[in-house]
């Protein structure tokens, strides 16, 4: 079996993260058992508040998600819910990941400083650009969170994928890929290693055999999503070690939430 080059496969990891978030969804996957399920957020987009005497309008935090990635590598989720610090969901315990959370322990609740269009003078009119701080409840601070992490050197991407899994199998011992209408592959769960047996080696074929690579290289499988709750958005993060009970239904969720341009068929 021909081998990508370290450097390839990093590539188009860092793809694939970019182009998860599609429309098009794969069939749905059964998580393991969550372990960590984080307050409910109201929906993304930034509103103003009641406007104060001066009749300026103020705008309001909003929570935020970040996934974090460097060198092609998932590093975690960044969850800023309003009005508290932000917070780090590891996904990876990495060099890149032990400094990124060095960093989030390190800010906590400090300000940071961040670049932007400060109040104007008169109303109507644009501010000066120059430097300011923002804290936790400013509308700025999930911005200037950020600013500060592609500062670093992080790649900072979209929320995690929104996922809802309505009718989760028993139990999973492979699945079956398919895009564009043809069979790309199958995954068998039963054996040790899981083995992944490919249809050809075309272009479909091959990111998916990348994509299988990045989770079997994780000793720690940890998927993070959005789910919806009373019309809310929740983060809901399913780990699982290899060769635990939960490990396959683990492996079908991270498939599901990272990749839905593939569709999945479940044999139980």
Same mark, same amino acid.
């Given at each position: 079996? /021909?081998?990508?080059?370290?450097?390839?496969?990093?590539?188009?990891?860092?793809?694939?993260?970019?182009?998860?978030?599609?429309?098009?969804?794969?069939?749905?996957?059964?998580? =393991?058992?969550?372990?960590?399920?984080?307050?409910?957020?109201?929906?993304?987009?930034?509103?103003?508040?009641?406007?104060?005497?001066?009749?300026?309008?103020?705008?309001?935090?909003?929570?935020?998600?970040?996934?974090?990635?460097?060198?092609?590598?998932?590093?975690? *989720?960044?969850?800023?819910?309003?009005?508290?610090?932000?917070? $780090?969901?590891?996904?990876?315990?990495?060099?890149?990941?032990?400094? $990124?959370?060095?960093?989030?322990?390190?800010?906590?609740?400090?300000?940071?400083?961040?670049?932007?269009?400060?109040?104007?003078?008169?109303?109507? /009119?644009?501010?000066?650009?120059?430097?300011?701080?923002?804290?936790?409840?400013?509308?700025?601070?999930?911005?200037?969170?950020?600013?500060?992490?592609?500062?670093?050197?992080?790649?900072?991407?979209?929320?995690?994928?929104?996922?809802?899994?309505?009718?989760?199998?028993?139990?999973?011992?492979?699945?079956?890929?398919?895009?564009?209408?043809?069979?790309?592959?199958?995954?068998?769960?039963?054996?040790?290693?899981?083995?992944?047996?490919?249809?050809?080696?075309? =272009?479909?074929?091959?990111?998916?055999?990348?994509?299988?690579? =990045?989770?079997?290289?994780?000793?720690?499988?940890?998927?993070?999503?959005? /789910?919806?709750?009373?019309?809310?958005?929740?983060?809901? /993060?399913?780990?699982?070690?290899? =060769?635990?009970?939960?490990?396959?239904?683990?492996?079908?969720?991270?498939?599901?939430?990272?990749?839905?341009?593939?569709?999945?068929? *479940?044999?139980?």
């Amino acid at each position: 079996m /021909t081998t990508l080059p370290a450097r390839a496969c990093a590539a188009l990891v860092t793809l694939a993260a970019l182009v998860g978030g599609c429309d098009d969804r794969s069939a749905p996957a059964a998580p =393991g058992a969550p372990v960590a399920s984080v307050s409910v957020a109201p929906a993304p987009s930034s509103t103003p508040s009641a406007a104060p005497a001066d009749g300026r309008f103020v705008q309001q935090q909003v929570d935020k998600w970040f996934r974090i990635y460097k060198d092609g590598h998932e590093l975690g *989720v960044v969850e800023v819910l309003a009005g508290k610090p932000w917070r $780090l969901v590891l996904h990876s315990a990495n060099d890149d990941a032990l400094a $990124l959370e060095k960093l989030v322990k390190e800010q906590g609740a400090a300000p940071i400083s961040v670049n932007v269009h400060l109040p104007p003078d008169e109303p109507g /009119t644009r501010g000066p650009y120059g430097s300011t701080e923002a804290a936790p409840g400013d509308h700025l601070y999930p911005f200037a969170i950020e600013e500060l992490l592609r500062r670093r050197g992080f790649e900072v991407l979209q929320a995690p994928g929104r996922f809802e899994d309505k009718s989760p199998p028993r139990s999973v011992r492979k699945l079956e890929f398919s895009r564009d209408g043809a069979k790309v592959g199958t995954l068998d769960l039963t054996v040790t290693p899981p083995k992944l047996e490919l249809v050809n080696r075309e =272009g479909n074929a091959l990111f998916l055999e990348t994509f299988w690579k =990045g989770i079997d290289a994780e000793e720690r499988l940890v998927v993070s999503y959005l /789910t919806a709750k009373d019309g809310r958005d929740v983060l809901t /993060t399913v780990e699982a070690k290899k =060769g635990s009970p939960e490990y396959a239904q683990t492996v079908r969720l991270a498939f599901a939430v990272r990749y839905p341009n593939y569709v999945m068929k *479940v044999v139980p």
